[in-house]
């Protein structure tokens, strides 16, 4: 080694500014990242929750396609959801909370509104107007879901 040679010369490091750089660097980089993790992690429920609804609304649109298109007993208007016999008394229908066919609450499902609606169409051309019913069946929860059902029924 020469006399001349300094010893700071061989020393090699990063100064204060790079290394107040590469932190600045590296928080953005971690801020991104959990900002992206917070935000899967707060939808994470959501798709549970449209599920259920699709599920509400498939077991209504069932219950209500599954009645008589004319009144069998020719006695419209029945009082209560368990007397129900056709198509027309669902018109209306409206439930805080989801109920089964005899309009008991299903526990743990309560924060859901069901709606139905029962109306004569003709959309379907080859089926007289007064032969078909379209039937809505709408389910939400808060502002985030609603899911709506449509089917339809014919005389034929």
Known sequence: MSATASPVAGQR???????????VIVAIAASTILGVLAMNTSASADPMLRHQASAIAEAYLEEVMLRAFVDPDGMDGESSRA???????????????????????IP?????????TVVPTSALPPVPAGDA????????????????????????
């Not at 019913?133 to 389910?139: A, E, I, K, P």
Request: charged letters at 25%; aromatic letters at 8%.
């Open 108 to 116: 743990g499902l309560d924060g859901y509104s069901v709606s139905i």
């Open 133 to 156: 019913r379209r039937v809505d069946v709408s389910v939400s929860r808060g502002a985030a879901i609603n899911i709506l059902l449509s089917g339809y029924r014919t005389r034929l």
């Open 13 to 23: 490091g990063v100064t204060l500014v790079e290394l107040l750089v590469s932190i």
């Open 83 to 105: 007397a129900y016999d056709d198509l027309d008394d669902y018109d209306g229908l409206f439930d805080t909370g989801a109920r089964d066919q005899f309009g008991n609450a």
